[in-house]
Protein backbone atom coordinates (compact mmCIF):
# COMPACT_ATOMS: atom_id res chain seq x y z
CA UNK A 1 0.00 0.00 0.00
CA UNK A 2 0.74 3.60 -0.87
CA UNK A 3 0.84 4.87 3.25
CA UNK A 4 1.07 8.92 2.65
CA UNK A 5 -0.59 11.52 1.03
CA UNK A 6 -0.72 15.77 2.08
CA UNK A 7 -2.75 14.59 4.91
CA UNK A 8 -0.97 12.00 6.30
CA UNK A 9 -3.69 9.58 5.11
CA UNK A 10 -3.32 5.67 4.77
CA UNK A 11 -4.73 3.31 1.85
CA UNK A 12 -5.97 -0.19 3.06
CA UNK A 13 -8.14 -2.71 1.66
CA UNK A 14 -11.89 -2.53 2.30
CA UNK A 15 -13.75 -5.95 4.36
CA UNK A 16 -17.32 -6.54 4.31
CA UNK A 17 -17.58 -4.65 7.52
CA UNK A 18 -16.88 -1.61 6.10
CA UNK A 19 -19.75 -1.48 3.91
CA UNK A 20 -21.90 0.97 6.06
CA UNK A 21 -18.75 3.35 6.36
CA UNK A 22 -18.36 3.48 3.25
CA UNK A 23 -22.26 3.59 1.98
CA UNK A 24 -22.22 6.62 4.18
CA UNK A 25 -19.44 8.60 2.29
CA UNK A 26 -20.90 7.46 -0.84
CA UNK A 27 -23.59 9.40 -0.40
CA UNK A 28 -21.85 12.18 0.74
CA UNK A 29 -20.19 11.96 -2.66
CA UNK A 30 -22.52 11.49 -5.66
CA UNK A 31 -26.24 12.22 -5.39
CA UNK A 32 -27.60 8.54 -6.15
CA UNK A 33 -25.72 6.91 -3.27
CA UNK A 34 -25.02 3.16 -3.21
CA UNK A 35 -27.15 1.14 -0.79
CA UNK A 36 -24.85 -1.11 2.05
CA UNK A 37 -25.69 -4.62 0.54
CA UNK A 38 -24.66 -3.56 -2.64
CA UNK A 39 -21.49 -2.17 -1.14
CA UNK A 40 -21.36 -5.15 1.08
CA UNK A 41 -20.96 -7.68 -2.19
CA UNK A 42 -18.59 -5.42 -4.12
CA UNK A 43 -16.59 -6.06 -0.38
CA UNK A 44 -16.79 -9.76 -0.59
CA UNK A 45 -16.00 -10.44 -4.12
CA UNK A 46 -12.65 -11.69 -4.90
CA UNK A 47 -12.52 -10.09 -8.15
CA UNK A 48 -13.09 -6.30 -6.89
CA UNK A 49 -10.68 -4.93 -5.38
CA UNK A 50 -12.12 -2.15 -2.60
CA UNK A 51 -9.51 0.79 -1.17
CA UNK A 52 -10.15 2.89 1.71
CA UNK A 53 -8.32 6.05 2.73
CA UNK A 54 -7.97 7.02 6.11
CA UNK A 55 -6.68 9.90 8.13
CA UNK A 56 -3.61 8.42 10.00
CA UNK A 57 -5.40 7.11 13.52
CA UNK A 58 -8.52 8.29 12.60
CA UNK A 59 -11.35 5.60 11.98
CA UNK A 60 -13.51 8.00 9.70
CA UNK A 61 -13.43 7.76 6.14
CA UNK A 62 -11.95 9.95 4.00
CA UNK A 63 -11.83 8.49 0.30
CA UNK A 64 -12.72 4.89 -1.28
CA UNK A 65 -11.58 3.56 -5.01
CA UNK A 66 -13.85 0.46 -6.09
CA UNK A 67 -13.14 -1.77 -9.34
CA UNK A 68 -13.56 -4.97 -10.50
CA UNK A 69 -11.68 -6.74 -12.30
CA UNK A 70 -12.05 -9.31 -15.36
CA UNK A 71 -9.27 -10.86 -17.15
CA UNK A 72 -6.73 -8.79 -17.82
CA UNK A 73 -9.25 -5.95 -17.80
CA UNK A 74 -10.35 -4.09 -14.74
CA UNK A 75 -13.60 -1.47 -14.35
CA UNK A 76 -13.34 1.47 -11.57
CA UNK A 77 -16.62 1.52 -10.42
CA UNK A 78 -16.46 4.40 -8.01
CA UNK A 79 -13.76 6.40 -6.71
CA UNK A 80 -14.40 10.01 -4.19
CA UNK A 81 -12.79 11.48 -1.66
CA UNK A 82 -14.96 13.29 1.27
CA UNK A 83 -15.58 16.85 -0.24
CA UNK A 84 -13.63 18.43 3.26
CA UNK A 85 -10.41 16.52 2.17
CA UNK A 86 -10.44 17.25 -1.61
CA UNK A 87 -7.30 18.67 -3.01
CA UNK A 88 -4.58 16.74 -0.72
CA UNK A 89 -3.95 13.69 -3.12
CA UNK A 90 -5.78 11.37 -1.60
CA UNK A 91 -7.45 10.04 -4.96
CA UNK A 92 -3.95 9.95 -6.17
CA UNK A 93 -2.92 7.75 -3.46
CA UNK A 94 -6.22 5.69 -3.90
CA UNK A 95 -5.26 4.87 -8.36
CA UNK A 96 -1.57 4.52 -7.30
CA UNK A 97 -2.47 1.85 -4.91
CA UNK A 98 -5.13 0.13 -6.95
CA UNK A 99 -2.44 0.63 -10.40
CA UNK A 100 0.09 -1.43 -7.94
CA UNK A 101 -2.48 -4.13 -6.92
CA UNK A 102 -3.83 -4.52 -9.95
CA UNK A 103 -0.63 -4.77 -11.80
CA UNK A 104 0.03 -7.84 -9.33
CA UNK A 105 -3.32 -9.44 -10.22
CA UNK A 106 -2.16 -9.45 -13.92
CA UNK A 107 -4.26 -6.85 -14.86
CA UNK A 108 -3.05 -4.80 -17.99
CA UNK A 109 -6.17 -2.18 -18.84
CA UNK A 110 -8.26 -0.37 -16.51
CA UNK A 111 -11.41 1.52 -18.01
CA UNK A 112 -13.85 3.51 -16.70
CA UNK A 113 -16.80 5.96 -17.52
CA UNK A 114 -17.08 9.98 -16.14
CA UNK A 115 -19.49 12.49 -16.61
CA UNK A 116 -17.85 14.69 -19.18
CA UNK A 117 -18.35 17.85 -16.86
CA UNK A 118 -16.18 16.31 -14.11
CA UNK A 119 -13.37 18.74 -14.44
CA UNK A 120 -11.52 16.96 -11.24
CA UNK A 121 -12.07 13.52 -12.26
CA UNK A 122 -11.14 14.06 -15.82
CA UNK A 123 -7.83 16.43 -14.73
CA UNK A 124 -6.89 13.24 -12.15
CA UNK A 125 -7.33 10.31 -15.15
CA UNK A 126 -5.82 12.48 -17.62
CA UNK A 127 -2.71 13.12 -14.83
CA UNK A 128 -2.22 9.17 -14.82
CA UNK A 129 -2.78 8.35 -18.64
CA UNK A 130 -6.59 7.98 -18.71
CA UNK A 131 -7.11 8.66 -22.61
CA UNK A 132 -10.94 9.03 -23.94
CA UNK A 133 -11.76 5.99 -25.91
CA UNK A 134 -15.47 6.51 -26.47
CA UNK A 135 -18.80 8.76 -25.24
CA UNK A 136 -22.01 8.12 -23.98
CA UNK A 137 -24.39 10.97 -24.97
CA UNK A 138 -26.51 11.80 -22.95
CA UNK A 139 -25.74 9.24 -20.38
CA UNK A 140 -26.36 10.53 -17.05
CA UNK A 141 -30.35 11.44 -16.46
CA UNK A 142 -31.38 14.22 -14.18
CA UNK A 143 -33.80 13.83 -11.38
CA UNK A 144 -33.75 17.89 -11.16
CA UNK A 145 -35.02 18.93 -14.77
CA UNK A 146 -31.09 19.95 -15.34
CA UNK A 147 -30.33 18.52 -19.25
CA UNK A 148 -28.63 15.38 -19.69
CA UNK A 149 -24.86 14.76 -19.60
CA UNK A 150 -23.08 12.09 -21.52
CA UNK A 151 -20.25 10.40 -20.12
CA UNK A 152 -16.98 10.07 -21.43
CA UNK A 153 -15.27 6.40 -21.42
CA UNK A 154 -11.37 6.50 -20.37
CA UNK A 155 -8.89 3.69 -20.74
CA UNK A 156 -5.44 3.40 -19.28
CA UNK A 157 -2.93 0.83 -20.58
CA UNK A 158 -0.99 0.17 -17.29
CA UNK A 159 2.29 -0.84 -17.92
CA UNK A 160 2.77 2.36 -19.90
CA UNK A 161 1.37 4.53 -17.51
CA UNK A 162 2.70 6.64 -14.70
CA UNK A 163 3.06 4.83 -11.26
CA UNK A 164 5.90 4.79 -8.10
C1 LIG B 1 -12.10 13.32 -8.35
C2 LIG B 1 -11.65 13.25 -6.89
C3 LIG B 1 -11.73 11.78 -6.44
C4 LIG B 1 -10.20 13.76 -6.78
O1 LIG B 1 -9.71 13.49 -5.48
P1 LIG B 1 -8.67 14.46 -4.73
O2 LIG B 1 -8.13 13.71 -3.58
O3 LIG B 1 -9.29 15.76 -4.46
O4 LIG B 1 -7.55 14.64 -5.85
P2 LIG B 1 -5.97 14.78 -5.61
O5 LIG B 1 -5.73 15.82 -4.57
O6 LIG B 1 -5.39 13.45 -5.39
O7 LIG B 1 -5.49 15.36 -7.02
C5 LIG B 1 -4.68 14.62 -7.91
C6 LIG B 1 -4.69 15.30 -9.27
O8 LIG B 1 -6.02 15.34 -9.79
C7 LIG B 1 -6.28 16.60 -10.43
N1 LIG B 1 -7.31 17.33 -9.68
C8 LIG B 1 -7.90 16.94 -8.52
N2 LIG B 1 -8.84 17.84 -8.15
C9 LIG B 1 -8.83 18.81 -9.10
C10 LIG B 1 -9.60 19.99 -9.28
N3 LIG B 1 -10.55 20.36 -8.42
N4 LIG B 1 -9.35 20.75 -10.39
C11 LIG B 1 -8.41 20.40 -11.29
N5 LIG B 1 -7.65 19.27 -11.15
C12 LIG B 1 -7.86 18.50 -10.08
C13 LIG B 1 -4.96 17.33 -10.45
O9 LIG B 1 -4.27 16.97 -11.64
C14 LIG B 1 -4.24 16.74 -9.25
O10 LIG B 1 -2.83 16.74 -9.37
P3 LIG B 1 -1.97 18.14 -9.28
O11 LIG B 1 -2.43 18.78 -8.02
O12 LIG B 1 -0.56 17.64 -9.25
O13 LIG B 1 -2.32 18.89 -10.51
C15 LIG B 1 -12.56 14.17 -5.99
O14 LIG B 1 -12.64 15.45 -6.56
C16 LIG B 1 -13.96 13.63 -5.77
O15 LIG B 1 -14.20 12.82 -4.87
N6 LIG B 1 -14.93 14.10 -6.58
C17 LIG B 1 -16.35 13.71 -6.40
C18 LIG B 1 -16.59 12.26 -6.79
C19 LIG B 1 -16.22 12.03 -8.24
O16 LIG B 1 -16.56 12.83 -9.11
N7 LIG B 1 -15.56 10.89 -8.50
C20 LIG B 1 -15.14 10.52 -9.81
C21 LIG B 1 -16.23 9.75 -10.47
S1 LIG B 1 -15.70 9.15 -12.06
Redesign the pocket.
Known sequence: MRPE??ASVTVTTGVPSDAAALARLHAA??ARGWDGESIRRYLGDPNCLALLARRSGVSTLQ?FLICRASGAEAE?L??????E??????????WLTARSELLSRGVDRVV????ED????L??Y??FDFRKVGRRKDYYQSASGEPPLSGLIMACDLAASSGP
Not at 85 to 94: F, P, S, T, Y
Not at 112 to 115: A, D, I, N, Q, T
Not at 118 to 121: F, S
Open positions: TECFGISLAVAPMRGQRIGEALLEVGNKAAALSK
